[in-house]
């Protein structure tokens, strides 16, 4: 096949965080920290980046949520407004970045002379660079496996807050290598998640029930986001009915319970 069809090569790149099989962050959220250390706020290091509030507020409950230990500080004025200031390992973890990032920006202009490969590889790597919609990502190792003919349950171990049940196949777990000890990432849509009000006193089949206050509340004229903090410190984010979310009378502050089957929760492995 010719290659005449490729636009103009260019060759760009960007640093990323991995500590053994663990990565830790990428170039967008490190700017979204950098954001924050300057103006100590998620509305203003949003608009600073080009996010949206959501979007940023969003990030925020995934870097803090794949971290052993919290990196942002939330200190809310509501449910659209508030500070956020860095720990001092999070500024740890960004000055690192900056440096390292300069070094490597060098590096890149020393390779600006490379040549792509065909048309059918370039195609390759496009496929290869997926990025999963789901709205809520746990990081976790692996602490069992039970296996039957066609069908697969894994335990991943988050920390050692709290657990998450996920049913796949067993070709899955062959294909991913998913054996005791091995870090993996949990994906759930928030579209998965129930959220209940009363989960101690109520006998359910879902695998998956956690227990958290709400933190988050947003209404729209059909629909409505609620969003949970685990006693970890960990958030999960869950979308609703606004007929649910009147029914259940939610509120911020409010103990809730997030409830997910073991078949909405989709596994990936950092290799």
């Not at 663990?22 to 967008?28: D, E």
């Not at 979007?55 to 809310?76: F, G, M, V, Y």
């Not at 870090?183 to 109520?202: E, Y």
């Amino acid at each position: 096949m010719s290659d005449s069809s490729l636009p103009e090569f260019e060759l760009a790149g960007s640093i990323w965080f991995r500590s053994g099989t663990q990565n830790w962050g990428n170039p967008r959220r490190m700017a979204l920290l950098a954001a924050i250390r300057e103006h100590g706020s998620i509305s203003a290091a949003a608009r600073d980046i080009g996010l949206s509030y959501k979007a940023a507020w969003d990030a925020i409950d995934t870097i803090n949520n794949l971290s052993d230990e919290t990196l942002i500080q939330r200190n809310t004025g509501g449910q659209r407004g508030g500070g956020a200031t860095l720990t001092p390992k999070a500024i740890e973890i960004l000055e690192l970045y900056e440096h390292l990032d300069e070094v490597h920006q060098r590096f890149m202009k020393r390779l600006s002379r490379a040549r792509p490969g065909s048309e059918q590889t370039m195609q390759v790597l496009q496929n290869m660079m997926v990025q999963t919609s789901a709205r809520n990502n746990f990081i976790g190792t692996v602490s069992d496996v039970t296996l039957s003919q066609i069908s697969a349950e894994v335990r991943l171990s988050i920390g050692e807050q709290f657990d998450i049940v996920s049913s796949v196949t067993r070709e899955s777990v062959e294909t991913l290598g998913l054996t005791k000890g091995v870090r993996a990432l949990a994906f759930i849509k928030a579209s998965s998640i129930i959220i209940g009000t009363d989960c101690a006193n109520t006998r359910m089949s879902a695998r998956n029930i956690l227990q958290g206050k709400i933190v988050h509340l947003q209404s729209e004229a059909v629909g409505a986001e609620v969003g949970l903090e685990l006693p970890s410190g960990h958030r999960i984010a869950a979308t609703i009915t606004t007929e649910s979310l009147q029914r259940l009378k939610l509120t911020l502050g409010q103990d809730a319970c997030a409830i997910f089957k073991a078949s909405s929760v989709l596994l990936g492995t950092l290799d």
